[in-house]
């Protein structure tokens, strides 16, 4: 593919696994120098770095283990994609976790490790890579935000509140950037094959008695028309066209990628 990402630096959070794991080995294979974050067991961690040297001439990218739900972990982990890297030039906030529960049930410590993964994490990144970016003149920011950050479902009041925050400070950014090269986007997808959504496909058909493919289409993707997964490489892509040429004047966008479930 053409590398147009050529010279380009990125941090990708959350990404030795899923979406992000998917945007780093795009943004490598179109030329970008990626960093790698995220937790996963030994051997996962390693086969994400494999993946990434795969398209960087074999050369290693560099990882942080950072706990993001602590402010200062966001903080060293961008220290050390600008120490690495010489300075970051795209930051996707990708990381995230999610539980589920009604509200007078949801546990409190759940709430505070959603908010501070999900949303708070993203705003100490971009508070920490923005200035360099303004100082050279082009930045972008790419927040994996969620359909649940334009409307609500049951059971998940932490994860909507966070992504909500996510779509709201994405446009305070780009608003705020407007005029210095850099933008900010967010992008809002509906529910992505990754291996931990399609593990809950069987735990729905015992429960309600079906097929999985009956749970998948009639539970899991009841909210998308389509009734199909929004696959990890169509995020990876609209990130791809993100961070490339020609898209300086999408700014501020909350960009649905959901089958339609916007539309209804």
């Given at each position: 593919?053409?590398?147009?990402?050529?010279?380009?630096?990125?941090?990708?959070?959350?990404?030795?696994?899923?979406?992000?794991?998917?945007?780093?080995?795009?943004?490598?294979?179109a030329g970008a120098q990626v960093m790698l974050n995220g937790f996963g067991k030994p051997e996962d961690i390693a086969a994400a770095k494999a993946a990434?040297?795969?398209?960087?001439?074999?050369?290693?990218?560099?990882?942080?283990?950072?706990?993001?739900?602590?402010?200062?972990?966001?903080?060293?982990?961008?220290?050390?994609?600008?120490?690495?890297?010489?300075?970051?030039?795209?930051?996707?906030?990708?990381?995230?976790?999610?539980?589920?529960?009604?509200?007078?049930?949801?546990?409190?410590?759940?709430?505070?490790?959603?908010?501070?993964?999900?949303?708070?994490?993203?705003?100490?990144?971009?508070?920490?890579?923005?200035?360099?970016?303004?100082?050279?003149?082009?930045?972008?920011?790419?927040?994996?935000?969620?359909?649940?950050?334009?409307?609500?479902?049951?059971?998940?009041?932490?994860?909507?509140?966070?992504?909500?925050?996510?779509?709201?400070?994405?446009?305070?950014?780009?608003?705020?950037?407007?005029?210095?090269?850099?933008?900010?986007?967010?992008?809002?997808?509906?529910?992505?094959?990754?291996?931990?959504?399609?593990?809950?496909?069987?735990?729905?058909?015992?429960e309600h008695g079906v097929s999985e493919e009956e749970a998948l289409t009639d539970y899991l993707l009841a909210k998308q028309p389509t009734k199909k997964?929004?696959?990890?490489?169509?995020?990876?892509?609209?990130?791809?066209?993100?961070?490339?040429?020609?898209?300086?004047?999408?700014?501020?966008?909350?960009?649905?990628?959901?089958?339609?479930?916007?539309?209804?």
């Amino acid at each position: 593919m053409e590398r147009v990402l050529e010279g380009r630096r990125a941090l990708i959070t959350g990404s030795t696994s899923g979406i992000g794991l998917g945007i780093a080995v795009l943004f490598a294979r179109a030329g970008a120098q990626v960093m790698l974050n995220g937790f996963g067991k030994p051997e996962d961690i390693a086969a994400a770095k494999a993946a990434i040297a795969a398209e960087n001439g074999g050369h290693e990218p560099p990882y942080s283990a950072a706990d993001l739900s602590k402010p200062q972990g966001v903080r060293d982990m961008c220290a050390e994609a600008v120490q690495a890297m010489d300075g970051v030039d795209i930051l996707i906030n990708n990381a995230g976790i999610q539980f589920t529960a009604a509200v007078e049930d949801f546990p409190d410590d759940k709430w505070d490790a959603i908010i501070a993964i999900n949303m708070s994490a993203s705003f100490h990144a971009t508070k920490a890579l923005l200035p360099g970016m303004k100082q050279r003149g082009w930045g972008r920011i790419v927040n994996i935000a969620s359909a649940h950050g334009l409307v609500a479902s049951p059971q998940k009041v932490a994860y909507v509140t966070a992504k909500h925050g996510v779509v709201g400070m994405t446009k305070v950014v780009a608003l705020e950037a407007a005029r210095t090269g850099v933008t900010a986007n967010a992008i809002c997808p509906g529910f992505v094959r990754t291996p931990l959504a399609e593990a809950q496909v069987g735990p729905l058909a015992k429960e309600h008695g079906v097929s999985e493919e009956e749970a998948l289409t009639d539970y899991l993707l009841a909210k998308q028309p389509t009734k199909k997964w929004v696959e990890v490489t169509e995020v990876a892509r609209m990130a791809l066209y993100l961070c490339g040429p020609d898209s300086g004047s999408v700014n501020g966008a909350a960009l649905s990628i959901d089958g339609g479930w916007m539309a209804q």
